[in-house]
Structure formats: structure tokens, C-alpha cells
């Protein structure tokens, strides 16, 4: 009978926290968002604030915008990632500095990665400072502005600064984990290279690479620093938008920052569902032999 | 029909020469099977059959015409590979089908070619299966299926049942013969399994250390051993050194007659199930004493000794002799093989 | 064959450039003293950054100890509560296993902000805001599914057959958590500590925001500098940052490499 508590007992601490810190935390942000806020005094629950956050066009062009940054970022580091893993891999240098410090990014936090970017894009930075050199441009202000613009090419590219390494990384371990016997099988039935990739390598890989897309998805979605450090001022990505709500020094303006959290938080948790429902998708060819 | 031929295949690898120059021809339609121990280089010859590998010199010939420069993809050699590598994230009928929309074949086509293999390898009901759900003589069939449906020039296997149990060996045996016989495709079967070698094939060739040994049907490999290399690898075998004399094998044990005159200092080869063993004396023979005894159920394995000699017999169980036990020792030495002594 | 292997090249060799000639920036920004538009390389050199970070008087020092003890501490304690979360998962089979796995990996996804802004109220309430306790509770949310997640699979190879026969040939439980189970997990044990120390260390948001200014750790103190576009300044802080990081991850190394001598068990 003890046996069958057990595996719940190891769970107990791990939960502890989840429960108290992580699901108590959204529990607590769905309620003020509801204008449940009793230290304010806002004791009535309504859907006022969602009414008004959701027709807000101010928030509809934020909420476009961060999709907007988040999938063009994780879906070009999704693609360059892969590409990286596979040259990498063909070209059989295993071993070596190369092979190590490409994922030197995925221990630099953001907030470098979005210092990098400043470095090197804007208009005094070393990409204008070459071109200057070679002549295409004589003088600053000829270099396009490439962070805090509308576009969010600063931001994209921080993203991708992160993201492609991370992929890079996961892609390459499950790559080198492929039976090279399955490449030979394909082969010696008439598949060409640039088949077997498709037909082979690719469907195998799929599960971890959709579960890494899913992850630096919904990183970039929610994540703070580099839109606060690089975004424009308008629109700004949701994160940020949530932060000026939240410390506005009138509290009766948090639900509206609650709510914003809650539209992340709702997004973020239909991309769990997603990722939970791709990986039984694969399950049934799992081995990896 | 496609007829194999390889001239003088040689490989190497990290200075290791695994392949010392393969000279082997497969008549059409035939199976053959290259039998010898793990890392003889048996694979290897099949994969540069394959041109997984290629050669480090020689030539491999299809019907007269030399295809080492042609690339894998286009040989139309198959290998069924002895852990099968189903693409475990296709279903029974895309595995079959993989290698007919490679080539590009027309869907329609390719839907009759796939019934056509699924009948053939009896996989009904089978088809939306994945590879995980399969069982080992499933999968073995799918992996033929898959090497068939592609219509290759030879067919190649690799150790194809060494992943099965003993029961399900011997019929999957069974059935691929069949269909080899029914289709009359060529085909090589790689093998360390002499016994396999022996049921399966037309003709065996023995591989050794990257050569082949000797080449012949099975009851010539196996009757008449080119060399003890070749006779020990069919099984463990006694050798009395001695000298051929006007007619008669002279050794320790005494004179016996033979028909043999080759060579003057010979090794007379005899296997443990040749010597007969009685308790009395009894025509031309000699004594020796049991020094153990090994019950297997329908036969018994003794060791003995004679004139300081070690011999092992291999007897049925009817008469049954204890240790230590004196016992008279019959050989025919009419039919025994002869190999040239080696200097000693 | 042999041509698309050079295209291989060329694109990896490439694409590894561009991800690290930043950091070569990075470097070179660090030790400027002048740099003006449009020169390509800086007119003069100069250590100020790095005597600001090492000067006693700025606290610097203080703030990169008080970092580094912290996310050592969020470390050990996400390990220590993720051992028997992740053989739960990874050895058991029991009701709403999936559900729990589920919901141990969600932080990954679901945003901090979002986490961070709803629990602050209940932190102050508790005093937990702007303490160093807060802020390694807080720490541990967003490493808990990278470490169980990692220790699942490790787990997951392992099995419980290992112990079982330790068990079998006499050992206590505890010995046999010592002497067998830690030894085989030891590569995944490192894998997953140098991942939670990184995640810990960068963390700057939450931080920010349940440590409210009183908890400063090197995000922090360098986040206004890339704000204000003091290039020098940041670039040093990002430097000591890696460095710092990298030191780290290496002494993670040696220690369990020390511990357990060999580490042929398995590769995780």
C-alpha cells in the first residue's frame, strides 16, 4: 500500500514548488486580471478589463507584433539551426574547437545577446563602420536603423543569435544518435543524398526538432530583456507592455497588466498542449535505431 | 538473371587488410552463401558488392559488364541487413514502397508492386503497421519485401536470421529458400552459421582471414575440405601425423590400410563421429582409454587417450562407456582425408 | 558527393563566424579607451572597465560573488529536489504521470513575466520579496524542468535493475544511492547542474522584480549599461559574465570527474 504513494511522495518537493510559486503565481494573475485585487480594494470580479484590453488597438497591434517577432525569429533559427547541425555533421569535423564553441550563445544570457546586436548593427556600429570602409556608405545616418525600428530586425536577429545554436545543438545530438546503418538501408534501395535527408534524417528528427521550435518559440514570445532593450517604443511586444502596466504607480491599473499576462500565459499553454500532443504524434517510431 | 562476378577485390582499413584479393563468380539465379567467422570480411565483400564501400583495387563484374563506378543508389543490389533498419517512422507498406518511389514509380504501380510483396512475404492485415509494433520474423519479412519489391539484379543477405530464435530460424529458412527458388533471383547470403550455409545454398564459399578457402557445393566443403582450416571450421576434428607406406598410413597407433598416395608425411584428418568404439577387440583398431565423458541426450561426447594421443569421439548413446573405461578404437582409414603434413 | 561536402563547409564555417565574430567584438569593446566613428579598429586601449569591476570600492566584486553563491545555491537545491522527482518519472509507472510531467515542464514555456508579476503580491505578504530567500524560490521555477527533464531520461536508461541488485548483495538503501545510483548518473548529473547554474545565473527579470532592487546580481548591474548604449562598460560586464560562466562550468566538471575518477559510464 506504502509502494503506491511513493512515486507521489518523490514528486512532493518538485510540486511543492510548481504548485506554490509557478501555478499559485498564474492563479493569483488570473484573478487580478478578473479585478479581483483586494489590496487595492477591487473586490468584484468582472471581464471589464478584458473588454477593454482586447479591443484596445494599442494592445492588438502589440499582440500582432510579438507574433510577428517570435515566429519570423524562431522559425528562421529553426531552419539556419538545422542547416548548421547537418553541415556540421557532413562535414565530419567531430572533434575540435569548432565543433564545441558554436554553442558558446546558449550560455550568454539575453541581455548580451541584445548588447551584441547594439554592437554590431547600429548605426555606429561595426556593420556601418564597414561598409563606411568599402565605400557603399559616406555617412552614419545612411545606415538603415536597425534596432528599435518598426520591423524589429534587432530583435529577430538576437533571437536568432540564441536560437540557432540551441537548435543546432539538439538536432545535432539526435542526428549523431541515427543508426548511420538507416542511411546505408536508404541508399542501397536507390535513395539519393538529398532523399535520404528528406525521407529519413528529417522525419526522424522532427520530434526534437518541433519540441526546440516550440521551446525558443514561446521564449521569444514572453521573454523580456531584448524587446525592453531593443523594441520600438510603439508598438511595444506584450512583455514589455505588461511591465509598464504593472509599474505604474496607480494600482488600480494592474488587471490590465493581468490581463496581458494572462493572454501570454494562454498562448504559451496552447503550445504545451501542442508540444504534449506532437510528442504522442511521434511516439509510435520513438526508437531511435 | 544477372551473373556476379568479382576479380581480385582487395580493401583496407586503418592497415588492416581485410579483403586480400576476392576472386568469386554467382551464376545466375544461383544461391551462395560466403560463410566464415566474425570479421573474416564477409560483410565487407558484401557491402562492396553493394557499393556501400568501394574497392581498394579489382572489379566487380553484372553480366560481363564492370559496375564499381556506379553509385550505390543505381546498382540495384540490395542488402537485407542483418538488424533489418526498417525506417521506423514509415508504416509496413511505405517501408516496401520506399524503394519503388525512389525510382519514381507511378502510384498506381507502386500500390500493385506493394500487394504483390505483402502477399508474397504472407504480411496480410499487416500493412498500416509501424516497425516498433512488429515482431522479429515480421520485420525480417518486411525487410525482404522491401529488397525485393525494387526487382534488384542480386539480392543480398546479411546474416538475415541471426536475430531470430532457433524455431523461427528454421522456418524463416524455409521461406526464404522458397522464394528465392520461386523467383529465381541471385543471391548471396552472408553467414557464420555453417549449418545455414550447408541447408541453404548451391554452393559455399569459405572465407578465411579475407580469402576464400575453397568454393564448392556444400557436401564438398564439407566431405572434402580443401585444408584443417577449412575441416576445423565445420567442426572440431582429431589429426594423427604418419607416413604413407606402400598402401598404409603408418602412425602411433599402428598400420592401417588406405587408398591414399599423394604425398609421403601426411595428417590424417578424422572426425569425432568417424571413430567407432567397442569394448572388445575386434578387427584392425587400437586401445585407448575414456578420460571423459559428456551425456548430450541422443549422443555422447568422450575424450579419450591412446599412445599419449588426445581424441575426441562423438557416439551414439547406445553403448555407453564410463571413465577411465579401456575401449577398442575402430577408423576407417579408407576414407579418410589426407592433407599434406606441414613441416615439423 | 565530394562537391557537396565543400558546400557543407563553406555554410558551416560561415554560419559559425557569424555566431561568434560578435563575441570577438564583444572582447575587443572591453578593453577601449577611444573609439569614434568610422574607424574600423579603436584609436586607444585602455583597462578601465575592468579596473571599475575590480576596484573594491564599487561593490562589483561583491555583486559577482553574491551571483555566483546564489545560482551555486539554486543549483544544488534544484538538484537535490529533482533526483527523486525525475526517478519518479523516469522508473515509475503510477496514475497522472503524464500530468505531472506536463505540468514540471510548463515554466519553460509559460512566460516568467507572466509567473513573476502574479506571485509578487503573495511574496510580499509572506516577506519573501526582496530577500535573497525570495529570490532563490523564485530562481528555482524556471530550473526545476530543465533539470527533471534531463534526470528523466538519465533515469530513464538506468533503470532501477542497478540498485536492485546492490540491494540484493546487501547494501542500505542509502548506500546503494551513493555508491550506485549517483556514480551512474553522474555525467547527467553534471549535463543538468551546468544547465540550471546558466539559466540561474542569466536570470535578470525575476530577479529585478521579486529581489526589488535590494537583490543585485550581475545581470542587473549590467542591464543599465546596454541600456544606455555605454559600450565599454557592458561589453566588460559581459566578458566577466562568460568568463565567470565558463570558470564555472568547468569547476562543475572537475568535480564530478574528481569524484567519480572515470566518467566511461555512460555519455548522456
Known amino acids: 500500500?506504502?509502494?503506491?504513494?511513493?512515486?507521489?511522495?518523490?514528486?512532493?518537493?518538485?510540486?511543492?514548488?510548481?504548485?506554490?510559486?509557478?501555478?499559485?503565481?498564474?492563479?493569483?494573475?488570473?484573478?487580478?486580471?478578473?479585478?479581483?485585487?483586494?489590496?487595492?480594494?477591487?473586490?468584484?470580479?468582472?471581464?471589464?478589463?478584458?473588454?477593454?484590453?482586447?479591443?484596445?488597438?494599442?494592445?492588438?497591434?502589440?499582440?500582432?507584433?510579438?507574433?510577428?517577432?517570435?515566429?519570423?525569429?524562431?522559425?528562421?533559427?529553426?531552419?539556419?539551426?538545422?542547416?548548421?547541425?547537418?553541415?556540421?555533421?557532413?562535414?565530419?569535423?567531430?572533434?575540435?574547437?569548432?565543433?564545441?564553441?558554436?554553442?558558446?550563445?546558449?550560455?550568454?544570457?539575453?541581455?548580451?545577446?541584445?548588447?551584441?546586436?547594439?554592437?554590431?548593427?547600429?548605426?555606429?556600429?561595426?556593420?556601418?563602420?564597414?561598409?563606411?570602409?568599402?565605400?557603399?556608405?559616406?555617412?552614419?545616418?545612411?545606415?538603415?536603423?536597425?534596432?528599435f525600428d518598426q520591423n524589429g530586425i534587432g530583435i529577430i536577429i538576437s533571437y536568432l543569435w540564441k536560437g540557432i545554436p540551441f537548435i543546432a545543438m539538439t538536432v545535432y545530438t539526435v542526428l549523431s544518435n541515427i543508426n548511420d546503418k538507416l542511411t546505408?538501408?536508404?541508399?542501397?534501395?536507390?535513395?539519393?543524398?538529398?532523399?535520404?535527408?528528406?525521407?529519413?534524417?528529417?522525419?526522424?528528427?522532427?520530434?526534437?526538432?518541433?519540441?526546440?521550435?516550440?521551446?525558443i518559440f514561446a521564449f521569444s514570445f514572453g521573454a523580456f530583456e531584448i524587446p525592453y532593450l531593443l523594441g520600438p517604443t510603439s508598438p511595444k511586444l506584450l512583455p514589455v507592455k505588461a511591465y509598464i502596466e504593472y509599474i505604474n504607480p496607480d494600482l488600480s491599473h494592474r488587471p490590465y497588466s493581468m490581463v496581458i499576462n494572462m493572454v501570454l500565459a494562454s498562448y504559451s499553454l496552447i503550445l504545451v498542449w501542442f508540444y504534449s500532443k506532437t510528442f504522442k504524434l511521434f511516439s509510435k517510431f520513438d526508437e531511435i535505431s | 538473371m544477372y551473373k556476379i562476378e568479382l576479380k581480385n577485390i582487395s580493401k583496407v582499413f586503418?592497415?588492416?587488410?581485410?579483403?586480400?584479393?576476392?576472386?568469386?563468380?554467382?551464376?545466375?539465379?544461383?544461391?551462395?552463401?560466403?560463410?566464415?567467422?566474425?570479421?573474416?570480411?564477409?560483410?565487407?565483400?558484401?557491402?562492396?558488392?553493394?557499393?556501400?564501400?568501394?574497392?581498394?583495387?579489382?572489379?566487380?563484374?553484372?553480366?560481363?559488364?564492370?559496375?564499381?563506378?556506379?553509385?550505390?543508389?543505381?546498382?540495384?543490389?540490395?542488402?537485407?541487413?542483418?538488424?533489418?533498419?526498417?525506417?521506423?517512422?514509415?508504416?509496413?507498406?511505405?517501408?516496401?514502397?520506399?524503394?519503388?518511389?525512389?525510382?519514381?514509380?507511378?502510384?498506381?504501380?507502386?500500390?500493385?508492386?506493394?500487394?504483390?510483396?505483402?502477399?508474397?512475404?504472407k504480411l496480410d492485415g499487416c500493412e498500416k503497421k509501424y516497425p516498433s509494433e512488429l515482431s522479429g520474423g515480421q520485420k525480417q519479412r518486411v525487410a525482404i519485401a522491401r529488397a525485393l519489391a525494387i526487382e534488384p539484379k542480386v539480392l543480398l543477405l546479411d546474416e538475415p536470421f541471426s536475430n531470430l530464435d532457433t524455431r523461427l530460424r528454421e522456418s524463416m529458412r524455409i521461406f526464404v529458400c522458397d522464394i528465392q527458388k520461386k523467383l529465381g533471383i541471385t543471391t548471396i547470403l552472408v553467414t557464420h552459421d555453417k549449418e545455414e550455409a550447408l541447408l541453404t545454398s548451391h554452393r559455399v564459399?569459405?572465407?578465411?582471414?579475407?580469402?576464400?578457402?575453397?568454393?564448392?557445393?556444400?557436401?564438398?566443403?564439407?566431405?572434402?575440405?580443401?585444408?584443417?582450416?577449412?575441416?576445423?571450421?565445420?567442426?572440431?576434428?582429431?589429426?594423427?601425423?604418419?607416413?604413407?607406406?606402400?598402401?598404409f598410413f603408418v602412425c602411433k597407433m599402428g598400420k592401417f590400410k588406405t587408398g591414399f598416395d599423394k604425398y609421403p608425411r601426411v595428417m590424417a584428418?578424422?572426425?569425432?563421429?568417424?571413430?567407432?568404439?567397442?569394448?572388445?577387440?575386434?578387427?584392425?583398431?587400437?586401445?585407448?582409454?575414456?578420460?571423459?565423458?559428456?551425456?548430450?541426450?541422443?549422443?555422447?561426447?568422450?575424450?579419450?587417450?591412446?599412445?599419449?594421443?588426445?581424441?575426441?569421439?562423438?557416439?551414439?548413446?547406445?553403448?555407453?562407456?564410463?571413465?577411465?573405461?579401456?575401449?577398442?578404437?575402430?577408423?576407417?582409414?579408407?576414407?579418410?582425408?589426407?592433407?599434406?603434413?606441414?613441416?615439423? | 558527393m565530394k562537391k557537396n561536402n565543400y558546400i557543407f563547409k563553406i555554410t558551416m564555417y560561415l554560419l559559425i563566424f557569424l555566431l561568434i565574430s560578435p563575441l570577438v567584438i564583444l572582447v575587443i569593446w572591453s578593453f577601449v579607451r577611444i573609439w569614434p566613428w568610422p574607424n574600423l579598429l579603436p584609436r586607444d586601449y585602455g583597462l578601465r572597465g575592468f579596473k571599475h569591476v575590480?576596484?573594491?570600492?564599487?561593490?562589483?566584486?561583491?555583486?559577482?560573488?553574491?551571483?555566483?553563491?546564489?545560482?551555486?545555491?539554486?543549483?544544488?537545491?534544484?538538484?537535490?529536489?529533482?533526483?527523486?522527482?525525475?526517478?519518479?518519472?523516469?522508473?515509475?509507472?503510477?496514475?497522472?504521470?503524464?500530468?505531472?510531467?506536463?505540468?514540471?515542464?510548463?515554466?519553460?514555456?509559460?512566460?516568467?513575466?507572466?509567473?513573476?508579476?502574479?506571485?509578487?503580491?503573495?511574496?510580499?505578504?509572506?516577506?519573501?520579496?526582496?530577500?535573497?530567500?525570495g529570490v532563490v524560490f523564485v530562481h528555482l521555477v524556471p530550473c526545476i524542468p530543465y533539470a527533471v527533464r534531463i534526470l528523466t531520461n538519465v533515469f530513464e536508461i538506468i533503470g532501477e535493475s542497478m540498485?536492485?541488485?546492490?540491494?540484493?548483495?546487501?547494501?542500505?538503501?542509502?548506500?546503494?544511492?551513493?555508491?550506485?545510483?549517483?556514480?551512474?548518473?553522474?555525467?547527467?548529473?553534471?549535463?543538468?547542474?551546468?544547465?540550471v547554474f546558466i539559466v540561474s545565473l542569466s536570470q535578470y527579470f525575476l530577479t529585478f522584480l521579486i529581489g526589488g532592487g535590494r537583490i543585485i546580481t550581475l545581470p542587473m548591474l549590467m542591464f543599465p549599461y546596454i541600456q544606455s548604449g555605454d559600450r565599454m562598460m557592458a561589453s566588460t560586464y559581459s566578458i566577466i559574465f562568460i568568463v565567470t560562466a565558463l570558470i564555472m562550468l568547468l569547476i562543475m566538471e572537475r568535480i564530478v570527474r574528481n569524484y567519480y575518477k572515470e566518467q566511461n559510464y555512460f555519455y548522456i
Open chain 2, 269 to 344: 584428418m578424422i572426425r569425432p563421429e568417424e571413430i567407432e568404439l567397442t569394448d572388445s577387440e575386434e578387427g584392425s583398431g587400437f586401445w585407448g582409454r575414456i578420460l571423459s565423458k559428456q551425456y548430450a541426450g541422443d549422443k555422447i561426447y568422450y575424450k579419450l587417450s591412446a599412445n599419449d594421443i588426445q581424441l575426441k569421439c562423438m557416439a551414439n548413446s547406445k553403448n555407453m562407456f564410463e571413465a577411465n573405461q579401456r575401449v577398442w578404437l575402430k577408423i576407417d582409414f579408407e576414407k579418410t582425408i589426407f592433407f599434406k603434413a606441414e613441416k615439423s
Open chain 1, 184 to 215: 546505408d538501408a536508404a541508399l542501397n534501395l536507390g535513395a539519393n543524398r538529398r532523399q535520404v535527408f528528406w525521407k529519413i534524417l528529417l522525419p526522424l528528427l522532427m520530434p526534437s526538432i518541433l519540441s526546440s521550435y516550440i521551446i
Open chain 3, 163 to 195: 540498485e536492485m541488485q546492490a540491494r540484493v548483495l546487501g547494501a542500505s538503501p542509502l548506500q546503494t544511492f551513493i555508491k550506485i545510483t549517483l556514480p551512474l548518473m553522474a555525467p547527467g548529473l553534471l549535463s543538468a547542474g551546468s544547465l
Open chain 2, 14 to 121: 586503418e592497415n588492416k587488410r581485410v579483403l586480400k584479393g576476392i576472386n568469386l563468380i554467382v551464376n545466375e539465379g544461383e544461391m551462395l552463401s560466403l560463410l566464415g567467422p566474425s570479421g573474416c570480411g564477409k560483410t565487407t565483400t558484401l557491402k562492396i558488392i553493394a557499393g556501400l564501400f568501394s574497392p581498394d583495387c579489382g572489379d566487380i563484374l553484372f553480366n560481363g559488364k564492370s559496375i564499381v563506378n556506379i553509385p550505390v543508389e543505381k546498382r540495384g543490389a540490395v542488402i537485407v541487413f542483418q538488424d533489418y533498419l526498417l525506417f521506423p517512422h514509415m508504416t509496413v507498406e511505405e517501408n516496401i514502397a520506399f524503394g519503388l518511389k525512389m525510382a519514381k514509380i507511378k502510384k498506381p504501380k507502386r500500390r500493385v508492386k506493394v500487394r504483390e510483396m505483402i502477399d508474397l512475404v
Open chain 2, 205 to 247: 564459399a569459405v572465407i578465411l582471414d579475407g580469402e576464400i578457402k575453397q568454393i564448392g557445393t556444400p557436401a564438398e566443403v564439407y566431405e572434402k575440405p580443401s585444408s584443417p582450416l577449412v575441416a576445423d571450421f565445420f567442426g572440431e576434428k582429431n589429426y594423427l601425423e604418419g607416413e604413407i607406406i606402400k598402401g
Open chain 1, 1 to 147: 500500500m506504502l509502494k503506491k504513494f511513493k512515486p507521489y511522495v518523490m514528486l512532493a518537493p518538485v510540486m511543492f514548488i510548481i504548485l506554490g510559486i509557478f501555478t499559485m503565481g498564474l492563479a493569483l494573475g488570473f484573478f487580478q486580471s478578473l479585478g479581483y485585487f483586494p489590496a487595492v480594494g477591487l473586490k468584484e470580479f468582472t471581464l471589464r478589463y478584458y473588454k477593454e484590453v482586447l479591443t484596445d488597438i494599442g494592445f492588438l497591434d502589440s499582440l500582432k507584433f510579438t507574433l510577428y517577432t517570435s515566429f519570423v525569429s524562431s522559425t528562421l533559427a529553426l531552419i539556419i539551426g538545422v542547416l548548421l547541425a547537418y553541415s556540421i555533421f557532413q562535414s565530419k569535423s567531430r572533434k575540435g574547437v569548432l565543433y564545441t564553441i558554436y554553442k558558446l550563445p546558449v550560455i550568454v544570457p539575453h541581455s548580451i545577446a541584445a548588447l551584441l546586436v547594439f554592437n554590431v548593427l547600429t548605426q555606429s556600429g561595426i556593420l556601418a563602420r564597414v561598409l563606411f570602409y568599402l565605400g557603399i556608405i559616406s555617412e552614419q545616418t545612411q545606415f538603415p536603423s536597425l534596432i
Open chain 3, 54 to 133: 575590480l576596484d573594491p570600492s564599487t561593490k562589483s566584486l561583491r555583486v559577482l560573488f553574491l551571483s555566483v553563491g546564489l545560482s551555486s545555491l539554486v543549483t544544488l537545491c534544484t538538484l537535490l529536489i529533482s533526483i527523486p522527482a525525475a526517478k519518479a518519472l523516469g522508473v515509475y509507472e503510477f496514475r497522472g504521470k503524464g500530468f505531472f510531467k506536463m505540468l514540471i515542464l510548463a515554466p519553460i514555456i509559460v512566460p516568467p513575466v507572466a509567473v513573476a508579476m502574479g506571485i509578487h503580491i503573495a511574496f510580499i505578504k509572506l516577506g519573501l520579496a526582496n530577500t535573497f530567500l
